[in-house]
């Protein structure tokens, strides 16, 4: 079975600093990546996605993500955080190929606090 | 892409009630997902509601306790039955565009409270 771990439970960092959010996964082969953004009080939104290909995958706001074999991570990076990124960030790794959402299985998230 | 309302946004509900849940998509889709975010946890899938037929539950969750309903291809409820304070969580719907792809556009999610 699938499993993700994000071992940031909080994150503070200082506005305009660089941001890395962890993301370890656990699958038999080659998974489907996300990251997902949940801003207070909203539903989440997809960052970005990983499925194949080049490994460094950009997103929206300014977000990229590494997908490495070797480490079994897809760690979340920005170079220059803004107070709006506040948030909790969740990876979720999906079976490749895709069966459907059923198959995804979320992180237990990262909450951000972005200081002025 | 795919716009999701959701209604209630939030509710303070009495323990042994039930509340229904709303979710209607801008777009048809083939499948709506259920999901729930107890407090500082991440997201659970309850169940996935198929237009025309009944509802997939996952492990754990049962039709008794979280009836759905899926009228047509735009919408979908979900019922919370006989709360208690465990239930109290965020409920948020969810469908999958592109395929089966696993890329999920979420509604804004609705926040029970149980008393």
């Known amino acids: 079975a699938q499993s993700v771990t994000q071992p940031d439970i909080h994150i503070t960092v200082s506005e305009g600093a660089s941001l890395e959010l962890r993301c370890n996964y656990s699958?038999?082969?080659?998974?489907?990546l996300f990251w997902y953004v949940q801003s207070p009080g909203q539903g989440l939104q997809l960052l970005l996605k990983?499925?194949?290909?080049?490994?460094l995958v950009q997103g929206i706001k300014g977000f990229e993500a590494e997908f490495k074999r070797s480490q079994s991570s897809f760690n979340l990076r920005k170079p220059s955080v803004h107070w709006s990124d506040a948030a909790e960030y969740f990876c979720?790794?999906?079976?490749?190929?895709?069966?459907?959402?059923?198959?995804?299985?979320f992180g237990s998230g990262t909450q951000l606090t972005v200081l002025p | 892409s795919a716009v999701i309302s959701q209604k209630p946004s939030r509710d303070i509900c009495q323990r042994g009630t039930s509340l229904t849940i709303q979710c209607q998509v801008d777009?048809?889709?083939?499948?709506m997902f259920w999901y729930r975010q107890q407090p500082g946890q991440s997201l659970t899938l309850i169940a996935t509601?198929?237009?025309?037929?009944?509802?997939?539950?996952e492990s754990g969750f049962v039709i008794d306790k979280f009836p759905i309903s899926r009228p047509n291809l735009t919408f979908s409820t979900l019922t919370v039955s006989n709360m208690s304070p465990e239930d109290s969580s965020i409920y948020l719907c969810?469908?999958?565009?592109?395929?089966?792809?696993?890329?999920?556009?979420f509604g804004e999610g609705s926040r029970l409270t149980v008393l």
């Open positions: 969810s469908v999958e565009v592109g395929g089966n792809t696993g890329e999920l556009f």
């Open positions: 699958y038999g082969a080659t998974p489907y």
């Open positions: 990983y499925f194949s290909g080049d490994t």
């Open positions: 979720a790794v999906g079976a490749n190929p895709p069966g459907s959402a059923r198959q995804l299985t």
């Open positions: 777009s048809q889709v083939t499948m």
């Open positions: 509601a198929n237009q025309g037929s009944e509802a997939t539950y």
